[in-house]
């Protein structure tokens, strides 16, 4: 699977804090959305994540395919993983941000893991980056940026069930660097855990684990993820560490629910709750689209990534620009929205986290169990309607209050899953 580098977002490369007016430059990294090549060929044997699942075969047969998929048919067996290294240095790294979260063009939750350095205004290079487990570098993408520099993404298969990724490294080193320098893309370099890979400075690590013997149950139509195949594999990796390891991670996490590590995929049928693309889009990314902002036709409605008892509400399209917001009352519940909820309206307010000692928090140093609360008075309105179980009706309305909104106009969109 291929990195396509004509162009980075930076996501999450900017956090703004409205009350604080705080400016945390490269503050999660320049790669905050990922664009990747679209071609369908890209997978091993042309196959695509869909097309494995509904194939005859085993569930193994099945497993090792997406496997052969991910790694660029260069994995070799069914062994699991075991992480037995951190890939930062305990005093490298603040904390870790979960899967989950949502932010700018990441409209849907984020499918990987932040690694956030011990010093965000750090220069590039400032970090040793580490394998976490044994296993093969089986490709290596480079994204160049203006005015930024090169950043690196890593694919690691310890077997063609287990596999791992990181992105954002600012350099590679030693048997990485050379392999790249010889092979460019087409790497295929063993490595121990605890080999240094590469190099991270003034900006997060990109990290997940892959599982394919897991299909992630709560995406209802995983078809619309097959431009980005691993992400119905995305798994929880803590139950992967050594028990040691685990500690230090439960110790560095903010969310306490469960699954601490995050989660991604909240899809209900009938419901609200969860992803949504405009209908004709190709989900998630359509594999033959190439344009850059693909995320203006999402919609996501989810738990937030630190406290579930809290949706958000993320729009790749309110006004010309991809936003995220609660709704003022959180409510009602869009896991109890269904076809029989009619028009339902909510009122839309901008969020900071705030700490257990009820000041804001930065964003930069770690805490426990952050609370999302409104910033802002009403930023507008967003309308929805589930006209069928799969088909939504959207339509937001920035600057205006619900109150003064009695029905959709010629704007509004059909998304479905």
Request: charged fraction near 15%; include cysteine.
């Amino acid at each position: 699977m291929r990195f396509k580098s004509a162009k980075s977002q930076l996501g999450f490369a900017h956090i703004f804090m409205a009350l604080g007016l705080v400016f945390l430059a490269v503050a999660i990294g320049y790669a905050g959305v990922r664009v990747f090549n679209k071609n369908k060929d890209r997978s091993a044997n042309g196959q695509t994540s869909s097309s494995i699942l509904s194939s005859n075969g085993s569930a193994e047969s099945k497993a090792i395919a997406a496997g052969k998929m991910l790694s660029n048919n260069k994995c070799q067996g069914t062994s699991k993983l075991t992480f037995t290294h951190l890939p930062m240095n305990q005093s490298d790294f603040g904390f870790l941000i979960p899967y989950g979260d949502v932010i700018g063009g990441h409209v849907t939750p984020i499918d990987h893991e932040y690694f956030t350095p011990a010093q965000y205004n750090s220069p590039r290079d400032s970090y040793p980056v580490y394998a976490m487990a044994d296993a093969t570098i089986v490709d290596i993408q480079p994204r160049v940026t203006p005015n930024h520099g090169t950043d690196y993404r890593l694919i690691f298969a310890h077997s063609c069930t287990s596999l791992y990724y990181y992105d954002l490294l600012t350099d590679l080193s030693g048997a990485a660097k050379d392999a790249y320098a010889a092979h460019g893309e087409g790497v295929n370099l063993p490595v121990k855990a605890g080999d240094q890979v590469g190099m991270i400075g003034g900006q997060t690590l990109d990290f997940a684990l892959w599982d394919t013997n897991t299909v992630l149950t709560g995406f209802v139509n995983p078809a619309s993820y097959d431009a980005e195949a691993w992400k119905i594999h995305t798994t929880d990796p803590f139950p992967s560490y050594t028990a040691a390891l685990r500690a230090i991670m439960v110790s560095r996490d903010p969310r306490t629910a469960v699954p601490i590590a995050g989660k991604i995929d909240h899809d209900i049928d009938g419901k609200l709750i969860g992803n949504w693309f405009v209908q004709g889009s190709g989900g998630y990314h359509d594999t033959a689209n190439t344009s850059q902002d693909y995320w203006k036709g999402h919609l996501s409605i989810a738990p937030n990534v630190y406290d579930p008892s809290v949706f958000v509400i993320s729009i790749g399209d309110f006004g010309g620009q991809a936003l995220q917001f609660i709704a003022i009352g959180n409510t009602p519940d869009p896991a109890t929205v269904d076809t029989n909820s009619g028009l339902v309206k909510y009122d839309l307010a901008d969020y900071r986290y705030q700490k257990a000692d009820g000041t804001m928090w930065d964003n930069m140093t770690y805490t426990q169990n952050p609370k999302p609360v409104a910033t802002s008075d009403n930023r507008g309105c967003l309308l929805v309607q589930l006209t069928q179980k799969q088909l939504l009706k959207a339509e937001g309305f920035p600057g205006q209050t619900c109150s003064a909104i009695s029905s959709f106009d010629s704007a509004a969109k059909t998304y479905t899953r």
